[in-house]
């Protein structure tokens, strides 16, 4: 029996991306551009895991990267554009999506989200229709553990009372998320319903997803699978 329903937030829920006006803009730069600065890895990770602590700092580090000076009212409208993009896109979440949570959640199985995120992230998250479709909300920079680290999922797990055995995590696959959950014991879900994926990527998320959807609402069919 399945007791918790774990979920991965970007690209799963909801689409950070596309979300204009965006900070690239600013710039002008491109948004692939913009993500090769901003979304780099040891930079992304400093935040995602919440040693950078105030939303003035991310902007700094993510300047500091640029081969070109920036004055400080485009590092204001960054920050400003940065927070004002993540708020809509926590606000404007897929129809499908909530309806499927609400139907999870009314079959009592639990719901508890997991998510990579730094401070501007998951800063309007309790204004989101998603936030009272979940019991606990478990981003990375206030727990500093990163997915796919197994201890992320564990402490997961942990927090909402469950074992591994009666436990399904969700996601698009970013961050090599299911191969975590996979290595934390739990049964996995890839959804590609917000985010399809280039072949190649979809064939090494596919060796660690028990089960494979297009349309999120079939999450539910792999939960009542489980069920036996």
């Known amino acids: 029996m399945i007791k918790v329903l774990f979920c991965d937030l970007f690209f799963t ?8 006006p965006m900070e690239c803009e600013v710039l002008n730069l491109s948004p692939s551009e913009w993500e090769h600065y901003s979304e780099e890895a040891a930079l992304y990770k400093e935040r995602a895991v919440g040693h950078v602590n105030t939303e003035q700092e991310i902007i700094e580090g993510i300047v500091e990267t640029l081969p070109f000076s920036v004055t400080k009212e485009q590092e204001e409208l960054l920050l400003d554009r940065r927070e004002k993009r993540m708020r809509r896109a926590l606000g404007n ?8 949570l609400k139907a999870i959640r009314d079959l009592g199985i639990k719901t508890c989200l997991i998510s990579n995120a730094d401070i501007i992230d998951c800063k309007y998250w309790k204004d989101s229709p998603l936030y009272e479709l979940f019991d606990l909300s478990i981003f990375s920079c206030n727990v500093k553990l990163l997915k796919p680290d197994i201890r992320i999922y564990q402490y997961a797990m942990e927090q909402m009372g469950t074992m591994p055995e009666m436990s399904v995590f969700a996601g698009d696959g970013g961050s090599d998320e299911l191969q975590g959950a996979k290595m934390a014991g739990m049964k996995t879900v890839f959804s590609e319903y917000l985010n399809v994926k280039p072949e190649v990527e979809r064939i090494k998320i596919l060796e660690y997803a028990d089960y494979h959807i297009n349309k999120f609402a079939g999450l539910i069919d792999c939960l009542k699978a489980e069920w036996g």
């Open 13 to 20: 829920l909801i689409v950070p991306h596309n979300q204009s």
């Open 93 to 100: 979440v897929d129809q499908e999506i909530l309806k499927t």
